[in-house]
């Protein structure tokens, strides 16, 4: 049933006949409104409350396929997409899953072995609004050390598409934009500003004690030095539910790659830098969770 249906039923019900009469012969007042008011304003209710939620408001269930290689994980795809938007992404994590299968074919050309490979790939929120993921690479395809790089994606489960991260966080805090381009060949964004390189140096030392970071108490001087000693490093950013914030970190050369260790921007400081409202309210859901 319509709104207009209830509103011309509670019409019908509450007005008087047209050749209704006083005895005096004039016509009665109309009757008070007040419940057809109420009538609407209690269906105009309901009819709101049947509507579905928006799929980007949910926190979205994902599925795990199969892996691309032994140790290398496929993207997690989201579970029975709802409209065009997830269908979009679940199609762009496919593509980054093919681009992973030809990076592992191209390293086993190297006569690498058949264990090539490590892709740990970790979903950091899934709702509301936003989709994001955090991925690490280790390849050993010849050289001495093996290659270590991360690579994060969020999206907007609203458009389909990869975060503008511009409209996002303010431009003190987005600097220089650019396509880095990852182990596996695939094209990220990273941003490099003063602003958030230091904020990321001013949390290092709580992301060094959190529980996981395996770094040595004698390793401790060695990385404050190599990750003060970068100039403005081009950063990964992708956002935290677990942590309430959102994450930062940028690889550093083989020898000390160990202290690349991600950092997690809380609400209010990126609020109080002035990032984007909408996107601040969605992490707090999500951390809430």
């Known amino acids: 049933m319509t709104i207009s249906n209830v509103v011309s039923k509670a019409w019908r019900r509450n007005r008087f006949p047209l050749r209704t009469r006083r005895a005096d012969g004039c016509r009665p007042m109309a009757r008070d409104m007040s419940s057809v008011c109420r009538i609407v304003t209690l269906a105009a209710a309901a009819l709101f409350l049947a509507l579905p939620a928006r799929a980007s408001d949910s926190t979205l269930q994902l599925q795990n396929p199969p892996p691309i290689a032994k140790d290398a994980a496929a993207m997690p795809r989201i579970a029975s997409p709802?409209?065009?938007?997830?269908?979009?992404?679940?199609?762009?994590?496919?593509?980054?899953?093919?681009?992973?299968?030809?990076?592992?074919?191209?390293?086993?050309?190297?006569?690498?072995?058949?264990?090539?490979?490590?892709?740990?790939?970790?979903?950091?929120?899934?709702?509301?609004?936003?989709?994001?993921y955090v991925i690490r690479d280790m390849s050993f395809c010849g050289g001495p050390y093996p290659p270590i790089g991360t690579m994060s994606i969020v999206y907007d489960l609203e458009t389909g598409t990869p975060v503008d991260w511009t409209r996002l966080l303010p431009p003190s805090m987005t600097g220089k934009v650019a396509l880095t381009e990852g182990m596996d060949g695939t094209r990220m964004v990273t941003l490099a500003s003063p602003r958030l390189f230091s904020l990321y140096l001013s949390g290092y030392d709580r992301a060094i004690r959190m529980p996981g970071n395996d770094i040595a108490a004698e390793d401790l001087a060695t990385c404050r030095e190599a990750v003060q000693d970068e100039a403005n490093p081009p950063m990964m950013v992708w956002l935290d539910a677990k942590s309430g914030g959102l994450a930062v970190q940028f690889d550093l050369i083989h020898a000390v790659q160990f202290c690349a260790l991600p950092v997690v921007i809380p609400v209010e400081v990126l609020r109080a830098n002035g990032v984007n409202v909408a996107l601040l309210d969605a992490i707090a859901a999500a951390h809430g969770q």
């Open 82 to 132: 709802s409209d065009d938007a997830e269908r979009r992404i679940n199609a762009a994590l496919k593509r980054l899953d093919a681009n992973l299968s030809k990076a592992i074919l191209a390293c086993r050309g190297k006569d690498s072995g058949s264990d090539d490979w490590v892709r740990k790939v970790e979903p950091t929120m899934r709702g509301p609004r936003y989709l994001s």
